[in-house]
C-alpha cells in the first residue's frame, strides 16, 4: 500500500487545501498484505490518464484500525482490476491511487487534499473510522470529490448531510450506528440484560454509538447505571486502570464497550487486571472485530482467553452479489474475504458505475448519479461489469452489493443487517446469529 508520512502529507495540505494544483502526478499500485495473508492484486492500470476515470482510496493499514483496515484493503484494487479487463469506465481504464491513512485524522485530512488537489481524482473510497472521514470530507466536499466510505458508521454524517454541509459529495456504504445500537440494546434486552454501563472511544463513532445505544436501550425498559458519568477514553491514551475502575462501578450485568483494536485491547486487560470483569457481560461492535483482537487482549491467570464469551454486534454482509465477490476473492487472493471487505467493493462499485452512468469522470458526476445506480428503477444487477454494460448502452441499472442492497438515500445512508458474533474458548470468533433493527 502506498503510504504517505504525516509530516509529508501535512506539508502537502499546508500547500494545497482549498486549491486545485495544475499538475497531475503518474501514481502506480503496489502490492498489500491484509491479515488472511494474501497479497491485493495491483489495478490493472496503474498510469494515470488524462482522460480515464482517476479513484483513490484513504484506508487505515496502520494505526489503531489496522487491523480491520487490513483486512478490506484489497477490495479496491481487485475492483478496479475487474473493471479494467472488462473495458473501463468511459471508455478508459480506471486509476487507483492508495493512501494509508494511519487511522489519524491529520493523516486524513493531509491524505485527502492529495488525492484532492495534486492526484485529481473523482472519488474516493473511504475512510473508515468516522473521526478520520469527518476530517476527509471537509476537504472532499469543496473540491467536489465523491467521497463513500465502507466503514465510518457514526450518526454524526446523517445529522450534517441533512443540514445539507456535503453538497452531496458523501456516502456510505455500512449502515449508521443508529442501527447498530438499536440492534445491540435489542440483543441486551433479549439476554435479560437490566442494567448496562457504558466504555467508549472519545471519538464520532464512540459517542455518536454511546448516544443511540442509550436513548433505544432505556426506551426498551433498561438501565444505562453510567448515564450521567459517561466513560469516553482519550484515542491516544496507553494506561486505563481509571477508566476501566468507572465502566465497571455501580454492578452492571453487562459493559458495552466501544473501542479500537489497539487501545480497546489495553483497556479490557486492565479491566480484567483488577478483577472488574467476573460474572459482566462483555459485549463489544464492529471496531475490534478482527481475528487478532482476543490474542491482542490474551489470556488470564487460567490460561483462558480473557475475551471467551464476549459477544457483539458487526454490519454484516447479505446481498446479492456477495457470492460472487467470495468466488472472485478465492480465485485471486485464495481464502475468504474479511471484514468490510464486501462494503469496500461495494464502494468502489458505485464509483465507477455512477461515473459511467454521468458519461463524465468528475466528481460531480458521480454525485449526482451515484443514488440512480444504487436505488433507482433500472435494471437489477449483481455483476458491475454488466452494470458498465448496460450503462454504457444508454440503460438504467440498480446494483445490488455483496455488502446489500446499498440503497443510498439522499443523506447518503444505506441499511443493513447485524451479524452477532462471540468469542470461543479457543479465542476463535465466530459469528452466531444475525439481527435486524427494528
Do not use: H
Not at 197 to 212: H, L, M, P, Q, R
Not at 308 to 335: C, H, Q
Not at 407 to 418: C, E, I, L, M, P
Amino acid at each position: 500500500m502506498q503510504r504517505i508520512s504525516t509530516a509529508l502529507a501535512l506539508s502537502v495540505a499546508t500547500l494545497a487545501t482549498g486549491v486545485f494544483l495544475g499538475a497531475c502526478s503518474d501514481t502506480t499500485t503496489t502490492n498489500t498484505t491484509g491479515s488472511t495473508g494474501v497479497s491485493a492484486a495491483p489495478a490493472a492500470n496503474t498510469t494515470s490518464s488524462a482522460k480515464g476515470l482517476k479513484i483513490g482510496s484513504l484506508l487505515p493499514t496502520t494505526g489503531d484500525l489496522a487491523s480491520i483496515g487490513q483486512q478490506m484493503v484489497g477490495s479496491v484494487p481487485l475492483l478496479v482490476e475487474t473493471v479494467n479487463a472488462c473495458g473501463g469506465v468511459n471508455g478508459e481504464p480506471v486509476t487507483l491511487v492508495p493512501v494509508d491513512d494511519q487511522t489519524d485524522p491529520k493523516a486524513g485530512a493531509a491524505g485527502m487534499t492529495k488525492l484532492a488537489t495534486l492526484d485529481k481524482v473523482a472519488g474516493v473510497v473511504g475512510s473508515f473510522a468516522s473521526s478520520v472521514s469527518t476530517a476527509a470530507v471537509s476537504v472532499a466536499t469543496p473540491n467536489k470529490v465523491m467521497l463513500v466510505s465502507p466503514g465510518s458508521t457514526s450518526p454524526v454524517f446523517t445529522e450534517k448531510a441533512q443540514k445539507g454541509d456535503f453538497n452531496g459529495f458523501w456516502a456510505r456504504t455500512a449502515p449508521p450506528d443508529t442501527y447498530q445500537a438499536l440492534a445491540l440494546a435489542q440483543l441486551a434486552n433479549k439476554k435479560g440484560f437490566k442494567r448496562v454501563s457504558t466504555v467508549v472511544i472519545n471519538n464520532d463513532y464512540g459517542v455518536g454509538f454511546e448516544k443511540a445505544f442509550v436513548q433505544t436501550f432505556e426506551k426498551l425498559g433498561g438501565t444505562v447505571v453510567n448515564k450521567n458519568r459517561p466513560v469516553r477514553y482519550d484515542p491516544k491514551a496507553q494506561t486505563f486502570d481509571t477508566e476501566a475502575a468507572a465502566a465497571f462501578a455501580g454492578k452492571p450485568d453487562a459493559v458495552l464497550a466501544v473501542l479500537y483494536a489497539e487501545t480497546g485491547s489495553l483497556f479490557l486487560k486492565a479491566a480484567y487486571q483488577q478483577g472488574l470483569t467476573k460474572g459482566v457481560q462483555i459485549l463489544l461492535t464492529d471496531g475490534v472485530k478482527a481475528p487478532t483482537f482476543p490474542e491482542q487482549v490474551g489470556k488470564g491467570s487460567d490460561g483462558k482467553y480473557i475475551l471467551t464469551g464476549a459477544i457483539g454486534t458487526v454490519p454484516g454482509s447479505d446481498g446479492k452479489a456477495l457470492e460472487g465477490f467470495n468466488k472472485l476473492w478465492k480465485e485471486k487472493k485464495g481464502g475468504s474475504p474479511g471484514e468490510y471487505a464486501p462494503q469496500a467493493w461495494d464502494a468502489a462499485a458505485l464509483l465507477v458505475l455512477a461515473a459511467q452512468a454521468a458519461k463524465e469522470n468528475t466528481g460531480v458526476g458521480i454525485a449526482n448519479k451515484i443514488r440512480e445506480v444504487s436505488s433507482g428503477t433500472g435494471t437489477e444487477v449483481t455483476d458491475v461489469c454488466e452494470g458498465l454494460k448496460l450503462l454504457k448502452e444508454g440503460k438504467k441499472i440498480n446494483y445490488q452489493g455483496a455488502s446489500g442492497n446499498v440503497d443510498v438515500d439522499a443523506n447518503g445512508d444505506v441499511v443493513g443487517v447485524y451479524d452477532v458474533w462471540t468469542v470461543g474458548e479457543d479465542g476463535q470468533i465466530k459469528v452466531i446469529d444475525k439481527v435486524s433493527p427494528k
